[in-house]
């Protein structure tokens, strides 16, 4: 009984709830599998359970077309014969890959499979993932295309990039990579690139990694030069204005979230030298919370005054707080002795205080996260540290 076009198991989250919207919107009959019910039931009561651009409107548009099925029994995967996978590979306490989950999720749906199904992986995994789940489909006694097509998009603008955005596939053969590209051709994607699939689990990674480090050597110039006690607004003006190849330097801030870490730890375990560099840009990102707080304490001790923490998502305009670096800033800003109190116009959560109540009770403010809701504050005469430089100058 085919009666779905497609199932995404993980199909309520960040990458697949988008992408389970975007394909039935274009016709397809979409099978969402999730063990989340929670958010299960928001979906189907027309409730997006993140902020993504456009997607609580394309929803109510959606359910009362009956394209969108959710349940979260795996038996939903009898029904159709392509299966994408939003299971990604964790990092474990030990900064290296955990492919255990993955494991036994596939293990779990491997009953529920049809003969010949294409199964296409969609998350970030760690390199030889793709051919190790073909194999333990064949060992399982089921035969089935498996493509590693990973999402390269941006949180937040989801419904935008899965149309325009090149799609990798990474396939073993030309029969999936045909099946794979079909699928994705009726978004209307940019252009569909075939690779192995090793090809492309490392084509993700390094293009993640890329930017991680990116952000990494935008932050140590910032350190650098704030140790100089130089404004690094007019050095970083000096380097940009009217010259093309440094326009992308980016700008200094906090370098985290689900993705960019992880990824970086991934290629690390990949490679036999582990990837100084990829250490490197680790320990320049992880430790700028730590340059603020000592920076801070070093000026005035922060023992027994309140620090206040504007933005706890893990970047501007998102609800996102996984990985965010606004929360080891509290810690570090705790173990110095300071009250620190936190708002999100976003995140939700109870222990969070309202903006005007952080303005009011904070002696020194810091920008976590660059949303727009911080624009234009009136923050002149305050102790404030915004290496965003969102309410003005970038200043520490």
Known sequence: MNDLDLVIVGGCGHVGLPLALSLADCGYRVGINDIDRAKIDQVKGGKVPFKETGAEELLAKLLPTGRLELSPDPAMLKRTRTVILVIGTPIDEFMNPSVRIFDNVVDELTPHLQPGSLVVLRSTVFPGTSEAVERRLREAGVEADVAFCPERIAEGHALEELRTLPQLVGVTSDVAFVRARELFERLGVGSVIQTTPLEAELAKLLTNTWRYMKFAIANQFFQIVSRSGLDYNRVLNAIRQDYPRAADLPGPGFAAGPCLLKDTMQLS????????????????????????????NSRSPLLGRTVGILGMAFKGESDDARASLSYKLRKLAQFKGAKVICTDPYVPDPTFEPLDKVLRDSDVLVVGA??????GLELDGREVVDIWGVTGPIRL
């Open 370 to 375: 660059p949303h727009r809701a911080y624009r």
């Open 269 to 296: 375990a990949f490679t036999p030298d582990h990837f100084p560099m990829g250490q490197a840009a680790m320990q320049v990102n992880e430790g700028l919370p730590g340059y603020i707080v000592d920076t801070l």
